[in-house]
């Protein structure tokens, strides 16, 4: 990758970042539908680490993750029972994110934009799913826990809208990273039948 390819790369990885995260904070009553707002940060590396490889999901979703600490990291009660933020989570939850994505679906569909859309409806799925189980044991833990909501609230008042809205968000996000970058035509020259070197590197971890 030439120079300019590289800044073309960064300058457009920071304008998606940053659009992402400012539109869902800022307009996030813009983006909602079904009563649910779009997770525009958890769309844009999914697909991120789905058509660019494990390497950009890695840093984008470090990235994302911090924002997502900034903006809406958990709260938890301290021992003195003060509010504590919890920092780091997002960004963890939001690298392994890039790194799961990067590795579904990757040799025998060739990255196809129409899996792409699968991918979010999957990873959706897994990240809210895990997200009620954890505010349940937390809650249960800590004695704070009256009612929770039910399964079926949980499945289709919650969970279902959500993967709903975050699929028609991912149609204008892949239409700009297959048309507009980062990388020219909207593939990624260190790619070859779905795999990457930084790929191949995490598999021998």
Known sequence: MSKQERVRQILLYAVYITGACCMQVTFSQVFRLLGHTCDLMLVLVVLCGYLFGTKDGIAVGAIVGVFRDYFSG?????????????????LLAFMYIGILSSLLFRK?????YSLGILQVVIISLIYYSLGHIVSFVYLSMSGNLVSYYSLRYIAFSSIVPQIIVNVLASLPILFLLRFAGPYKKGVRSGLVDGYSVEDRKWQSI
């Open 108 to 112: 025998r569909f060739r990255r196809k």
């Open 74 to 90: 958990p709260v938890l009660t301290g021992l003195d029972q003060k509010p504590v933020a919890v920092l780091g989570v997002g």
